[in-house]
């Protein structure tokens, strides 16, 4: 391709930064925007006018294009610094919320953004005065009480950490066997050293040797990502996109990133912060020496504690019983390998013996070992030694369960799955959890919920593999299916099919998915006959959380484990809605058709007319109404012939959409009101929530705003009450759409700010579009056209990069509108042009009608427009003299 066009820029900060952009671009090979964008994952138009426009590109966007250039990121972060930094300069006119991968700048810059009438829905700047007091990052768990020793260590960490910054990040990396106390010891220093980083403490444990799998960046990142700005930024859906607006995020903010239990270096090299005023703090039972060639890492052994730490740990414990018995203690600290936990582990014994003498105890622990003995010197063997300690004065019942726990995947466990592996009714398995808890082989959370320590539930899995095979089996399958059982009554609760629409806010069952989501989907990953159970019922939770990374990996267990095409059809339907979700349009239709094809060769009709109504909402969001019509009419017949009322009612809503994007409103209310009442009497609350919602958008577009409001504040209470995030989205900004055309425009403002910040949390950019032409259309009449056309330009190259046909065309006539409402010019008369040739392409007559009015005050425009459009509208049952449109300011008669 040929040179850019650059921007018209005066001398100074933004200049320089342009030119050294284009230099780039230029000693790259002068790559096409086509390349650059499918190399960082954004659309051509965001590429094309960070290049263009006369400000400054987001930080996230501008990095990622640099590295695609192949050129220094330094240099480019001082001059974007100082370009953004300017008071004068022009970078307030775009919108603060960024679309994935268009990520946050550094804090401590100024975020360019149209300012809110309220500070309780401004997007607010990075660095820490964007989080209020109460948000401060302080994730790390508390220290380990009675810590002693280690004073060699911490100062290694102190001489390390608190250093001047150099110019990379310093990286302590903690290693040693397990039990040996490094995440105490880390712990430990961060708490000591937490008032050197003011901006923080992100914490995860990354489960490395956990016998399930290990948390990936991946997902730590879109945590990180939410935690330090929440509720402002999108999460994008590539690794990494992801690390580098997580780097962005930290820039200036002196923030300690502690990695706890990284089982390789490729774990962690992701989560790792690039300012070096920062710090990084890894715990690993493995030397990870990558992070030490490749980041400059430094490493701290942590050792067996010495003979006198040991002893002060256990009278720490154990109080002054340790004292009186010198001898008997030395002998025990032996035992014990000198390990913190199982110092502690014996320490408490002791305490729960007041009765016995040390000696006694130890002359118990010199007998024969009851287990086979690892190599002796590994720190293993003693641990393993006071462990069957401990164990052996278990009584019969919760000896049973601490060895059965070895056969949970779950990083935590419910008292009912207890009663499940332990083969006993729950009030035995309580009484079993609390001898367990009280011998401290076991940690109580909150909720009838427990955690073991890996070393413990390494010891707990070697005695059960000893048991008998059969009985072991039968053990992990009563598990299994009480997990699905007691999740399939907490989905029938949490998201009703049978009961009335009142809405309880208090929804347990809700409650307890959250709680259990790891242990549900360790299930799915290692038992291949519960992963289509769980994949099945927990579809509705996982969507409604915007889950869609678990979602998506369940999903896919279930299919690559099915059993017949049947089973592998129902995996692709939700695969499918999943990447409907993302905005995947083409991989959600290819494995919705792929679905059809089973269930219709399988002979399933309840199946491929679930199938075929999903086809048919991918078909209208792409534009193709008469596709999605042909398809969801179909899948209607099926229902109804099969019985099946909720697919039926679905279908309906559906279909009411399909009917008003091609004109028929006295057909789509027909369809709407059918939804409504079929699926309020048959209890489908998620079904009818989502009916409301489009019924009320219906009543805008038919210039019932005041009725509109009345369905969004009744489904809005819905969506809350079932945790459907998209849903909440999609009402919010209806809400605003009904708001504004009221005149409402402060609280239709604060209505799409917050569908904006939930569709940046979840990463639904369908819901991002909306949001963001809804603020367009507000803000323009509120006389802020630039933020208004900021806005605009926005959703429309997310519409056309995802395919989202009615959104690209609504999208590009109101930025026709905003563009006019300034004043004629061919900018504007070309974009209303191509949004009327987009409603003529897909039928739509209301954005036809609305696209020729708009056209009418051009200059010299067809004397037909008007009469086109009049005799479109009363098609609809509107009129083009009277109506919504009619209630705005002239040249500003704006419409969604």
């Known amino acids: ?52 426009e006369p400000r400054p590109p987001r930080w996230g966007l501008l990095e990622l294009v640099v590295e695609a250039l192949g050129a220094d990121l330094e240099p480019f972060h001082r001059m974007w610094l100082q370009a953004t930094q300017d008071p004068a300069g022009p970078a307030r006119s775009t919108p603060a919320a960024a679309s994935s991968p268009d990520t946050g700048p550094p804090s401590g810059s100024r975020v360019p953004g149209p300012a809110a009438p309220d500070d309780s829905v401004q997007t607010s700047a990075l660095g820490p005065a964007a989080l209020p007091p109460t948000a401060q990052l302080r994730q790390m768990p508390a220290a380990v009480a009675g810590f002693i020793g280690r004073t060699d260590l ?37 708490h000591r050293r937490a008032e050197r980083y003011p901006g923080g403490t992100l914490y995860v444990d990354l489960h490395g040797y956990h016998p399930g799998p290990a948390v990936s960046a991946h997902e730590v990142l879109a945590e990180f990502v939410r935690a330090l700005r929440p509720g402002t930024t999108p999460v994008p859906e590539g690794t990494r996109e992801r690390a580098a607006l997580f ?50 890492a430094t490493r ?52 729960s013996r007041p009765e016995e003498s040390i000696a ?3 002359e118990e622990l010199q007998a024969p070992d009851l287990l086979d003995v690892l190599d002796p010197g590994d720190g293993w063997s003693g641990v393993r030694t006071v462990f069957s300690w401990s164990y052996e004065h278990l009584t019969e019942l919760p000896a049973r369960l601490f060895r059965r726990i070895g056969l949970h995947p779950g990083p935590d466990y419910h008292l009912a799955g207890f009663a499940a592996l332990a083969d006993c009714d729950r009030r035995a398995a309580r009484a079993a959890a609390d001898e367990l808890t009280r011998s401290h082989l076991l940690e109580r959370l909150p909720g009838d919920r427990f955690r073991m320590h890996d070393l413990l539930r390494a010891y707990a899995a070697e005695l059960v593999a000893a048991d008998p095979a059969d009985e072991n089996e039968a053990a992990r399958t009563r598990l299994f299916d009480s997990a699905c059982a007691d999740a399939r009554a907490a989905a029938a609760s949490a998201f009703p099919s049978g009961v009335s629409t009142g809405v309880n806010p208090k929804n347990i069952g809700l409650q307890w998915l959250t709680t259990q989501r790891a242990a549900l989907l360790a299930i799915g990953q290692v038992s291949g006959p519960h992963a289509g159970q769980l994949s099945e019922i927990l579809a509705p939770f996982l969507d409604a ?40 349009f083409d991989q959600a239709l290819h494995e919705y058709q792929r679905s059809a094809e089973l269930f219709r060769a399988a002979g399933d009709d309840a199946g491929l007319g679930q199938a075929l109504q999903n086809s048919g909402i991918i078909r209208w969001r792409r534009g193709d109404y008469p596709g999605g019509r042909a398809a969801l009419e179909q899948a209607l017949a099926l229902h109804r012939a099969v019985g099946a009322r909720s697919g039926e009612g679905t279908t309906l809503y559906s279909l009411g959409i399909v009917h008003r994007r091609l004109g028929d409103y006295r057909l789509a209310a027909q369809c709407h009101r059918a939804a409504v009442t079929l699926l ?146 061919e900018e504007a008369s070309a974009t209303l042009t191509a949004a009327l040739r987009m409603a003529v392409d897909t039928s739509d007559r209301y954005e036809q009608a609305m696209t020729l009015l708009a056209l009418d005050r051009l200059p010299g425009a067809a004397p037909e427009n008007r009469q086109v459009a009049a005799r479109l509208l009363g098609d609809l049952g509107l009129r083009s003299d009277a109506g919504p449109h009619q209630k705005r300011d002239p040249g500003q008669r704006l419409h969604r």
């Open 1 to 52: 391709m040929g040179t850019l066009t650059r921007p018209d820029l005066p001398p100074g900060d933004l200049r320089t930064l342009s030119d050294a952009l284009h230099e780039a671009h230029h000693r790259a090979g002068r790559p096409s925007l086509r390349d650059l964008a499918r190399e960082v994952g954004c659309s051509r138009t965001t590429v094309s006018a960070m290049f263009s």
């Open 154 to 190: 911490l100062a290694g960490l102190d001489a390390l950490l608190l250093a001047a910054p150099g110019n990379s990040v310093p990286i302590g990396l903690l290693t040693g066997t397990a039990g040996v106390g490094k995440t105490a010891l880390a712990r430990q220093w961060a």
């Open 545 to 584: 959380g915007a889950h869609y990374d678990d979602a998506e990996t369940l999903h896919r267990r279930a299919l690559a484990t099915a059993d017949n095409d049947q089973a592998r059809a129902r995996a692709l339907n939700r695969l499918g809605t999943i990447h409907r979700r993302r905005g995947a």
């Open 680 to 825: 309020e009497e048959i209890g489908d609350l998620v079904g009818l929530g989502k009916a409301l919602n489009n019924l009320a958008v219906l009543q805008v577009y038919r210039g019932e705003p005041e009725r509109a409001l009345v369905s969004l504040e009744r489904t809005l209470a819905i969506q809350r009450r079932l945790g459907d995030r998209a849903g909440e989205n999609a009402v919010l900004s209806n809400l605003g759409l009904a708001q504004e055309r009221l005149g409402r425009l402060a609280e239709a403002e604060a209505s799409l700010r917050l569908a904006l910040r939930i569709a940046d949390e979840i990463a639904y950019p369908v819901g991002r579009i909306d949001a963001l032409r809804g603020l367009g259309v507000v803000l323009a009449r509120s006389a802020h056209q630039d933020q208004a056309v900021a806005y605009l330009r926005e959703a429309l190259a997310l519409a056309e990069q995802l395919g989202e046909g009615g959104s690209r065309t609504a999208a590009t006539r109101e930025l026709g509108e905003v563009l006019l409402s300034v004043g004629p010019s």
């Open 300 to 351: 701290f052994g942590v050792g067996l504690m010495s003979g006198p730490e040991a002893r002060a740990l256990m009278s720490s414990v154990a109080g002054a019983r340790v004292t009186t018995e010198p001898g008997p203690v030395d002998v025990l600290v032996r035992r014990c390998a000198r390990l913190p936990l199982a110092l502690r582990v014996a320490a408490e014994l002791i305490t």
């Open 247 to 296: 780097r962005s995020l930290v820039a200036g903010r002196r923030i300690l990133v502690l990695l706890d239990n990284a089982g390789t270096a490729g774990q962690v090299e992701d989560l790792l912060p690039g300012d070096p005023g920062c710090a990084a703090l890894v715990t690993s039972r493995d030397a990870l020496s990558g992070l030490v060639v490749r980041y400059g």
């Open 360 to 362: 006694d105890l130890v």
